[in-house]
């Protein structure tokens, strides 16, 4: 079956600009999470959603960061007025289910380059 | 917050050669997942262990979750090209704690 997409794959931006990332999990996996990969710092956790429950919004590195899913299927990440220190791979994942040792299966990334 | 170590950072092998790659936890480790990821693509999901002593495999591939759980090893035999790659651990927290956290990540280079 279809795995995580993401788009899109590669995204230049000019600093200070929005942009939008989408994510859309496999069908019937009711956990997303976004992830970051950056030079140094490794992967690391931004945000997770499962079914209806708030949001755990504790990776989110600043306010100018949010993201939401809407019908409990996609998921956008939205980087507002775009800084240099965001360029990164932005990864996304799901799961059959939120609890732990569910296997988190993860998109291919989209590569953002603020300039 | 747990942490998690990974040696080497990178590995040069001959084609054919085995190698081992290892995964150190900075506590007990609950989920220990194996990803692998090249160039430009995402993660590519390769095993989960959760029992200490537990040993998965898969083709050529091995990974063992020591019994104190706070290591945990992946084994390559007969190296092939199409194992070249970064190898990452991730570790979620146990419980209800679904974030996972990863290691640097080992690079893999497999020269015919």
């Known amino acids: 079956g279809a795995g995580v997409s993401q788009s899109p794959s590669n995204k230049v931006t000019e600093k200070g600009k929005d942009v939008e990332l989408r994510c859309d999990p496999i069908?019937?996996?009711?956990?997303l999470y976004w992830y970051r990969q950056s030079l140094g710092q490794g992967l690391e956790f931004l945000i997770y959603?499962?079914?209806?429950?708030?949001?755990?919004k504790s990776g989110l590195p600043s306010d100018r960061f949010s993201a939401e899913r809407t019908g409990g299927s996609v998921s956008t990440l939205t980087i507002q007025r775009t800084q240099q220190e965001d360029s990164a791979v932005y990864l996304c994942?799901?799961?059959?289910?939120?609890?732990?040792?569910?296997?988190?299966?993860f998109g291919p990334g989209t590569r953002l380059t603020v300039l | 917050s747990q942490e998690l170590e990974q040696s080497p950072q990178s590995l040069i092998v001959q084609e054919g050669k085995n190698l081992t790659i290892n995964c150190t936890s900075s506590k007990t480790l609950y989920g220990l997942y194996w990803y692998k990821q090249k160039y430009g693509e995402g993660l590519i999901f390769l095993m989960m262990?959760?029992?200490?002593?537990e040993e998965k495999s898969h083709e050529k591939i091995t990974a063992k979750l020591d019994e104190k759980k706070q290591q945990s090893s992946l084994h390559i035999t007969a190296s092939q090209p199409s194992h070249a790659g970064i190898y990452l651990c991730?570790?979620?927290?146990?419980?209800?704690?679904?974030?996972?956290?990863f290691g640097k990540g080992t690079l893999l280079t497999v020269n015919p």
């Open positions: 991730g570790a979620d927290g146990g419980g209800s704690n679904y974030k996972l956290t």
């Open positions: 262990l959760q029992k200490g002593g």
């Open positions: 069908s019937g996996h009711t956990a």
């Open positions: 959603f499962q079914g209806n429950s708030a949001p755990d």
């Open positions: 994942a799901s799961s059959l289910s939120g609890i732990s040792t569910d296997t988190q299966y």
